[in-house]
């Protein structure tokens, strides 16, 4: 690929789940950083963890759903250090 000073950004989302026609797509966070952020969720999903945070942060539960789904950033962490890493 030839360089001409821009720029590009991709951003690729893969759904962990059928999605019905007219659902509201939402998208955790925590897929994509480690730990950087905090901030209150607004999703009214019946499962909210109310203050969305990084994949830190997350139930071991959940950081098992999201194997395979995860940020290339995230996946790797997880693979170069997984047991190393300090987790909640
Ligand atoms: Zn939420």
Redesign the pocket.
Known sequence: MEWTGYRYLLILFVAIRDIRQGEEVTFDYAMTDWDYFEFL?N?R?CD??NVVRGFKFLPAGKREEYKGFLSLHLERLLKEFGSQLNLQ
């Open positions: 969720c999703c999903e909210c963890r």
